[in-house]
């Protein structure tokens, strides 16, 4: 492989959760070689959506049909369902596309070059990478950065701090008023014990939980929330904080949290755990996750590196297919 920079598409429907992990992993990648990053936004019609991936690709077979022109990236990273069909369109133009997708395709992952899906998934195959959690952008250069920017902000409130990472109804999980109570119950009990505390909420969350959010922020001068306005401090609140609490929900917050290396509780849900349970263990057996009992305290760990270490195996994948190939 030359030392020429390769041109990797990002592709997704934009959801920050979702283009984020195939973002970080080709942000990753190009730490190690090389890479122009170009995302691109899939947007569809509603009906369109709605059909199956193998469908969609059926009936718009070509790059340009969701707006993938120009010369063909020697490297295409998708995530979520809406990046599968344009995947597929960019391999069938040019075969020597290397297709990623980031987690369970529910297909054949031989339609890929590589499937990287979470060990939770439970999938497998000679194309499959498998890591805990999911890719990210979480770096120590980021967090400093983004730490920096926000030192007005952070220095306004005192230390010790604590972060709360709040998601919100998913397909899994709901946030209903009695897991608000105890979430707000616990935010509550950490400013009592003399903590700073900055919220960030998802775009999952209900209004009316923001809104007691809101109303927490502006009855203390120790509380900082971020529900979407301005700049955001997200990458800062991982850096300025010494305790994250996250809702279980969000695998994305989850690992992201755990790759700062701090101390990481989790929040309840409603919901059944699922396939979400092997998270659960894995991370508690890695990083000593558990669940707020109302302590900030767990034993340490080394900070979660898993999207560096799928970065290499990419780049593994792409080195035989090219060897293969010549």
């Not at 133009?93 to 899906?117: C, G, H, K, N, S």
């Not at 290396?261 to 890695?286: D, N, W």
Request: aromatic share 8%.
């Amino acid at each position: 492989m030359t030392d020429d920079a390769l041109t990797c598409f990002v592709i997704s429907d934009g959801r920050r959760g979702i283009e984020n992990q195939a973002l970080g992993l080709a942000e990753a990648a190009g730490q190690i070689h090389p890479l122009d990053i170009v995302t691109h936004k899939i947007e569809n019609g509603a009906a369109f959506k709605a059909a199956s991936p193998t469908l969609q690709f059926a009936m718009k077979s070509k790059p340009s049909d969701y707006g993938l022109t120009g010369i063909p990236p020697q490297i295409a990273i998708g995530c979520g369902r809406q990046a599968i069909a344009p995947l597929l369109a960019l391999k069938k133009q040019d075969p020597e596309t290397f297709a990623i997708y980031v987690q369970d395709p529910r297909m054949d992952t031989d339609r890929f070059d590589l499937v990287i899906a979470p060990k939770h998934d439970n999938i497998s195959g000679p194309n499959v990478e498998t890591m805990l959690g999911s890719p990210n952008r979480v770096t120590k250069a980021e967090i400093a950065g983004q730490t920096l920017s926000f030192k007005k902000e952070l220095n306004k409130l005192p230390m010790p701090r604590a972060a709360m990472l709040i998601g919100g109804v998913s397909k899994t999980h709901n946030l209903d008023k009695e897991v608000h109570r105890i979430h707000m119950e616990a935010a509550d009990k950490i400013i009592t014990q003399g903590y700073s505390l900055m919220i960030t909420t998802s775009r999952r969350t209900p209004d009316w939980a923001i809104k007691d959010y809101r109303k927490l922020a502006s009855d203390h001068d120790n509380v900082w929330g971020y529900f979407g306005d301005g700049p955001n401090p997200y990458f800062a609140f991982l850096g300025g904080a010494e305790i994250l609490l996250v809702t279980e929900d969000s695998t994305n917050m989850l690992t992201e949290a755990a790759s700062t290396g701090k101390i990481v509780l989790t929040l309840p849900m409603h919901g059944k755990a699922g396939k979400f349970k092997h998270l659960y263990q894995s991370l508690e057996a890695r990083c000593n996750i558990r669940p707020y009992d109302g302590t900030l305290t767990a034993e340490p760990y080394t900070p979660l590196k898993e999207t560096q270490r799928i970065a290499e195996r990419l780049w593994a994948h792409y080195e035989a297919r090219t060897a293969a190939i010549n």
